[in-house]
């Protein structure tokens, strides 16, 4: 294994392999393969696969041929199938696959853990993950501010809304006062303070 990767953040997780998709929706804050440096990438791999083996009962000790191939093969075949899956999805998708989630399998080996991979990444599972995190992202936007200009064009689509229903009704509902208020605003009603109250107070010609 790469000495490098000794040091590299490790990116996993407590959550189990059934829980909810808000719970898994969490794991999409990481980093994508594609986006992880080759170390983090390397470390995350080699330590899920670690693992596999050590919940099969595998003794790895006579292995170490098969364990160098794996860790330097599983990097290339991630960033080359599923780019975009997240460093911290790996190991619970490893998981899923040793108990057998994404059904029977024979032997640990590249194939076999590129199922475990790509089975995760294909899963409705992860989908509802993604439209929850997808849900949170879009709740927490912050909503746009009308710039002046914005301000002043939706003010003159009110008034002239108002006018062309005058004009071919002969009244209009004015509504909380808007009409007025946009035309105050615009500065085009020439009332003082004082007579703006008793203009208000008219009653409305019917």
């Known amino acids: 294994m790469n000495q490098q990767a000794d040091s590299a953040p490790q990116y996993t997780s407590n959550l189990v392999p059934?829980?909810?998709?808000?719970?898994?929706?969490?794991?999409?804050?990481?980093?994508?393969?594609?986006?992880?440096?080759?170390?983090?990438?390397?470390?995350?791999?080699?330590?899920?696969?670690?693992?596999?083996?050590?919940?099969?009962?595998?003794?790895?000790?006579?292995?170490?041929?098969?364990?160098?191939?794996?860790?330097?093969?599983?990097?290339?075949?991630?960033?080359?199938?599923?780019?975009?899956?997240?460093?911290?999805?790996?190991?619970?998708?490893?998981?899923?696959?040793?108990?057998?989630?994404?059904?029977?399998?024979?032997?640990?080996?590249?194939?076999?853990?590129?199922?475990?991979?790509?089975?995760?990444?294909?899963?409705?599972?992860?989908?509802?993950?993604?439209?929850?995190?997808?849900?949170?992202?879009?709740?927490q936007a912050p909503k746009p501010v009308p710039s002046a200009q914005q301000i002043k064009q939706n003010r003159i689509s009110r008034i002239a809304t108002a006018f062309y229903q005058y004009k071919t009704t002969g009244y209009y509902n004015d509504y909380g006062s808007l009409v007025f208020d946009n035309i105050n605003a615009m500065g085009k009603i020439p009332f003082t303070p004082s007579k703006k109250p008793a203009y208000c107070s008219k009653p409305a010609k019917t």
């Open 18 to 139: 059934t829980a909810s998709a808000t719970a898994m929706a969490q794991l999409l804050n990481s980093p994508l393969a594609i986006q992880a440096t080759p170390q983090q990438l390397e470390y995350t791999l080699a330590q899920a696969m670690a693992k596999a083996f050590a919940d099969m009962g595998i003794n790895t000790t006579d292995r170490n041929d098969e364990i160098t191939y794996l860790v330097q093969n599983m990097p290339a075949e991630v960033l080359r199938t599923l780019p975009n899956i997240r460093l911290s999805e790996i190991p619970v998708a490893i998981n899923r696959g040793i108990l057998r989630q994404f059904g029977n399998f024979f032997g640990l080996n590249v194939a076999t853990f590129m199922h475990f991979l790509m089975a995760h990444y294909q899963s409705e599972q992860r989908l509802n993950a993604i439209k929850a995190h997808s849900a949170a992202l879009a709740s």
